[in-house]
Nanobody
């Protein structure tokens, strides 16, 4: 089993920045993918970014150039640096972890982009 604990959510002004963190613990397989999804009010959960244990990354078109995903394998931690945030990006952001056999979700952290 893998447990995911997110941190870093909060209130930020439009155009501002925020950095999310997610630490994985438990039965960690060295080959895995971690990432972030988000769900805004009234919308479906959508993929934001992912990064593999080999550091290959993927970004949704809507966040390319503004968000940066990174990870520290020694800490089993993934980060999401979010810049130039927009009000419509207010959402619950969920940490994601998957390996060859299972997928896990964090409980989510709320990011509110508002003045």
């Amino acid at each position: 089993q893998v447990q995911l604990v997110e941190s870093g959510g909060g209130l930020v002004q439009p155009g501002g920045s925020l950095k999310l963190s997610c630490a994985a613990s438990g039965s960690i397989f060295s080959i895995n993918t971690m990432g972030w999804y988000r769900q805004a009010p009234g919308k479906e959960r959508e993929l934001v970014a992912t990064i593999t244990s080999g550091y290959a990354s993927y970004y949704a078109d809507s966040v390319k150039g503004r968000f940066t995903i990174s990870r520290e394998n020694a800490k089993n931690t993934v980060y999401l640096q979010m810049n130039s945030l927009k009000p419509e990006e207010t959402a619950v952001y969920y940490c994601y972890f998957s390996d060859a056999g299972n997928a896990y979700w964090g409980k989510g952290t709320l990011v509110t982009v508002s003045s």
